[in-house]
């Protein structure tokens, strides 16, 4: 386990040396480097939200479309149901994650 925790620590130290000196964060004052990462934490936990509150309904509605142009327009209100279903517990697994990770931290 601990060996994980190690690659896992290596890994997002490697990611955060790579992000430095690819976008000169290094060369920062600590208040200019406060200002990237929070501009940079907000754009990504912005991005996470989105996906999280419209994915599903773009999923839904991509998948109803797909049935209309496969089978026409009398039972799409099955697939459509299926698809509802489908994508209410996709959204509450994603939900019940989250807030796993919440309660850790």
């Known amino acids: 386990m601990s060996s994980y925790l190690e690659s896992l620590s290596k890994w997002i130290q490697l990611k955060i040396y790579q992000l430095e000196v690819t976008y000169s964060v290094y060369i920062f004052t600590p ?7 929070s501009v940079l934490f907000l754009l990504f936990s912005l991005t996470f939200i989105a996906t999280v509150l419209y994915l599903p309904h773009h999923v839904q509605f991509i998948a109803s479309r797909a049935w209309f142009y496969m089978h026409g327009d009398a039972p799409a209100e099955l697939g459509k149901q299926s698809v509802v279903t489908a994508a209410t517990v996709v959204a509450g697994k994603v939900a019940e994650a989250t807030a796993s990770v919440v309660r850790e931290l």
Do not use: D, G, L, V
């Open 31 to 37: 208040i200019e480097k406060f200002i990237f990462y």
